[in-house]
């Protein structure tokens, strides 16, 4: 009996060493992908068309660096149906005033986040200012959807041998090469 209360004891402690080391490099991990924002920040606005895919928290990256998070959004009353975002900015990155963002896919199936572009201009974003030169999101389903369905070519002129839906002549696809002089 006292055998068995060695080997459980030692298998315990074991198990709970995994368990810790487990934990601290979670902890390690997730520390180290998070970009802090430090005390010395400032906070801007931009003005967006569309806002889809960002949400409080969302990174704000300069050549994608983070350097930022969204902190509030808002429907703007000044500019009826914009999106405002309120961007903090680490103050180890001042921006020149004629920079610009744009809200930004990582990838086609990846999430958002804000492109800051800085400017050319001497002065630097101050707490308080707004960006002024933004790019709201690409709807990447409209898109793919527009080009399957090819909206927007309805005054384009069908090629030989092509019906309305494109698909040329279905009964009889010789007839499309006589017609279009490759047969």
Known sequence: MNQLFRQ??????????????AVLAGLFFYQKTTAEIGDDSYSVGALFENAAGVAVGTD???????????????????????????????????????????I???????????????????????????????????????????YINQTGADDAPAGPGMQEGGFGNLEDPAADMAEDGSL
């Not at 459980?8 to 080391?21: D, H, K, M, R, S």
């Not at 309120?86 to 180890?92: A, K, M, Y």
């Open 8 to 21: 459980n004891l030692v298998e315990a402690i074991v198990g709970a060493a995994v368990l810790l080391i």
């Open 104 to 146: 930004t896919s990582e990838g086609l199936l990846g999430g958002t986040y804000i492109a800051l572009t800085p400017g050319g201009a001497p002065e630097t974003l101050m707490s308080g200012d707004e960006i002024l030169d933004t790019q709201g999101s690409v709807d990447m389903l409209g898109l793919i959807g527009s």
């Open 60 to 102: 704000v990256r300069v050549s994608g660096i983070t350097v930022g998070r969204v902190t509030g959004q808002t429907l703007e009353e000044d500019f009826p149906f914009r999106a405002k975002l309120d961007l903090s900015i680490d103050g180890r990155y001042r921006l020149p005033t004629d920079s610009s963002a744009s």
